[in-house]
């Protein structure tokens, strides 16, 4: 069996390894294809990567590639975790949104649009490759704006088996865990627990958290609102909280506490992403040192966590049929009633041998709806601008998202954007 991890360069790649290893006696990888166009970096993670195998006697080998349509070709699973314009691109994302006097992130608001419009166009790519070179392989997107590249996917290459992952719902799934097991005083099974999570990509909110089949949402809720009574600088109001009777996903600090962000971004530099990129620098000297063989501690100031589980725990779930509940984005397909059919969302699914199936669950209340459905028409209207270019398109897509200017604002906002991004954007300078 070949997998191929488009974006193989990436400094998460050790921990992905280290993930099959780990499934190597239910998931029979034999063959790991890393593919980049950054042939540099890949050289120095992928011979990393390599000796990691080795080290681990992993019964896999592990192939470097800078041609994705050879490192597609034949493979049972296809999993992105690519960025058109590498750090430098996030770090103007960021910087784009601050000097505009809105939010600057790699995933949410006009940093976001930015990003999504650089990777739509580059995984629709891929997505042809998998349609012509390895037909029926699933396309695992782990690539942000994850949600919104996977309604792309859903819109235009709808003949793709593809899924859109993110590590928010595992990270919050073992958190709770950790605060249950302090508050009951036992030890619980992370493998046995169920997270009930609904939205979008990184805005989504948790409402149900199940431990061997017992729904345990009201001790979940009243350990969570101790906790924010208690904190000095609690993440969210503890009425919000009181009145939901649900946990936000943390990205929705940026809609639920937008001028405390604004402020948080008027102390850059350094922004995240120059952060990362110290962070990157230090673990490409430490993955170059051939005597390296484990992933290193400092991986994990990269962010993350949990990644390697997420990616293969579903990998293996599909390959072996198991039927499991994961929290990933699809396609909801009427599963939640009286919402549009065609929302790619995040939510429990069922994952078997079949596909990725989503579990039938009550929808939102109207406040979280509400807001759901703004940002889902700026991902409709974002992923149609990417693929034509259309400008005026664009200007819809940033006039529909809550966290967007103000309208006599929105040309020099567009035009900031395509110029900052102009040697990834070609469709939109036909002219």
């Given at each position: ?17 280290m993930g099959f290893i780990a499934r190597a006696k239910t998931f029979p990888l034999t063959e ?51 960025r058109v314009g590498q750090m430098p691109a996030r770090r103007e994302d960021e910087y784009l ?335």
């Amino acid at each position: 069996m070949k997998v191929t991890v488009i974006g193989g360069g990436s400094t998460y790649t050790p921990e992905l390894i280290m993930g099959f290893i780990a499934r190597a006696k239910t998931f029979p990888l034999t063959e790991l294809w890393l593919m980049d166009i950054d042939a540099a970096r890949l050289k120095v993670v992928g011979e990393f990567s390599q000796r990691i195998a080795a080290a681990h006697q992993a019964p896999f080998r592990i192939v470097l590639s800078t041609n994705q349509r050879e490192a597609v070709a034949g493979a049972s699973y296809v999993t992105t975790q690519l960025r058109v314009g590498q750090m430098p691109a996030r770090r103007e994302d960021e910087y784009l949104g601050q000097r505009h006097g809105l939010i600057g992130q790699e995933t949410t608001g006009i940093g976001g649009m930015a990003k999504a419009l650089r990777t739509i166009p580059v995984v629709l790519t891929l997505a042809q490759d998998i349609r012509e070179v390895a037909p029926g392989a699933m396309l695992a997107n782990f690539t942000n704006p994850s949600g919104l590249v996977t309604q792309a996917l859903s819109m235009y290459a709808p003949d793709v088996p593809a899924v859109g992952v993110c590590n928010v719902a595992i990270t919050t799934k073992m958190s709770l865990v950790e605060g249950l097991e302090k508050s009951l005083g036992i030890k619980i099974d992370p493998d046995q627990c169920e997270l009930n999570t609904l939205g979008l990509n990184h805005l989504s909110w948790h409402r149900g958290f199940k431990v061997d089949g017992e729904e345990m949402w009201d001790e979940v809720m009243r350990t969570y609102l101790a906790e924010l009574r208690d904190s000095p600088e609690p993440e969210y109001p503890v009425k919000l909280i009181e009145t939901l009777r649900m946990i936000p996903n943390y990205y929705l600090q940026y809609f639920y506490g937008t001028r405390h962000k604004l402020d948080e971004q008027k102390k850059w530099p350094p922004s995240r992403a120059e952060v990362v990129m110290e962070v990157e620098q230090d673990l490409l000297r430490e993955y170059a040192d051939p005597a390296l063989v484990e992933p290193p501690a400092d991986l994990m100031k990269r962010g993350g966590a949990y990644y390697s589980t997420v990616a293969t725990q579903l990998l293996n779930a599909h390959y072996n049929d198991l039927g499991e509940t994961h929290v990933v984005n699809v396609r909801q397909g009427g599963a939640i009633k009286g919402w549009p059919e065609d929302w790619v969302l995040e939510m429990p699914c069922g994952v078997d041998r079949g596909g990725v199936h989503p579990i039938p669950a009550e929808p939102l209340p109207e406040t979280c709806f509400g807001l759901i459905a703004q940002v889902k028409s700026y991902e409709i209207l974002t992923a149609q601008a990417a693929v034509s270019g259309d400008r005026d398109l664009l200007y819809q897509a940033i006039l529909s998202h809550p966290l967007g200017p103000d309208a006599d604002q929105i040309d020099d906002l567009i035009n900031d954007l395509l110029i900052t991004n102009r040697q990834y954007l070609p469709q939109f300078w036909k002219d």
